[in-house]
């Protein structure tokens, strides 16, 4: 459970984040949406750490980061997975390496462990017979699922994703999107999602958080997002004539 | 960014680099892979470039002395001495400068803008200390052993440089060699190397690691780090000669 107590986060005279307030609880996939400048990147960062809110706190499972000592950060930092945008895998370690490297950075498992638990996870994420493959030789997709395996490889109580479909046809997106809601309910994670793909808001949205200029302008499901009266995430969610058609059908059947 | 700031910036990363390393068993894999992309992998082209250049010494020098009177000896003793004081070390170095610095920049660089870094901090590893450590103990004690290896071909290229032109005897270039043999030399060339070394790892490393934009940033970061780190040795050169040799 992660808890955001109206956090503040300015660059210079630029106040990015004002009073963001809202939880993500564990087995859920939170996705956070909002045009581009709206904040997204900024809150995703300030919920992973990397950015440090003026004012606010973010409690995670009772944690407070402020509160948190140096050691406490750090061991905290292994709790987090997180999936990048372009992946971010090592290019000069093959697939079994970069599954491995987070195993053999913080535990003391023996070699044989280790490379059963990065086999069961790279079996997961349907990722079998690649182990020896440099992240060059996979398809973008493949890339997607690997950074998965990684970032859920230490049994993550937090996983983190920055536009995971970005670069991706649909159907390999539907097939992240999947495999991200299911790892999450399986495992019991609490998903945070930094998302543009309309896709992932209708099939995988178990909570939406939108944000304007910096503020939560709203927040709800996939389920209750056709039904919205907010203008704001209607314009931005139903901005293609597919989606408004997609929208008018829901209304009218209900 | 004024240059004053660049180089308290500098060392606030080496502050960072300078740390034990998180698990010693990641530290010695990135040391070995290390120590085989920095040094390994540069014997060629130092190799080769030694060789050639010490022909190029002894004949150069065979050439500019026609005086009947000064001893052919000296041909041997000028080309010893030019490439352990200064062609081994430093030239050597600014050859490295140029091979390996490109590389580091380019390759923490890459890193930085594929947000690999980014993905090392998030995991709670010191990126500093993992990604430049290893590369200054593999250049600071693997470049010694290249910079010696540089000194015996080039003096090895100047005797069969002898061979091949007739210019001088066999006897003559190595009784050169011989003559006036200071070991202290050979420990002077070790000390630049050493420093040198450190210049070349580092400059580059921090040229990449807080490199700004996207590919073009990394391509510009590289000859950055090429043109500072040849100044850095030519400067540290000149100040070494100054407080080692005089």
Redesign the interface.
Known sequence: MIEVKDIHKSFGEAKVLKGISTSFKPGDTNLIIGQSGAGKTVFLKSLLGLHVPEEGTIVYDGKVNKEMSIEEKRDFRQELGMVFQGSALFDSLNVEQNVIFPLKMFTKQTREAMLERANFVLKRVDLENSNKKLPSELSGGMQKRVAIARAIVMKPKYLFCDEPNSGLDPSTSILIDNLIKEITEEYQITTVINTHDMNSVMEIGDKIVFLKNGVKAWEGSSKVIFKTDNQDVVDFVYSSNLFKKVREAYLNDN | MNYIEHVGKYFIMLGQVFKPP??L??FREALF?EVEQLGIKSIGIISFISFFIGGVIALQTALNISDPLIPKMLIGFATKRSIILEFAPTFCSIILAGKVGSYITS?IG??RV???I??L?????NSLNYLVLPKIIATVFFYPFLIILGMFLGVYGGWVAGLLSNMFTEIDYIAGIQYDFDPYLIMYALIKTVIFAFIIATVPSYHGYYVQGGSLGVGKASTQSVVWTTVLIVVANYFLTQMLLT
């Open positions: 998180q698990r068993r990641v892979r390759s890459s890193m594929t947000e690999q980014d993905a901090e998030i995991m709670g590893v």
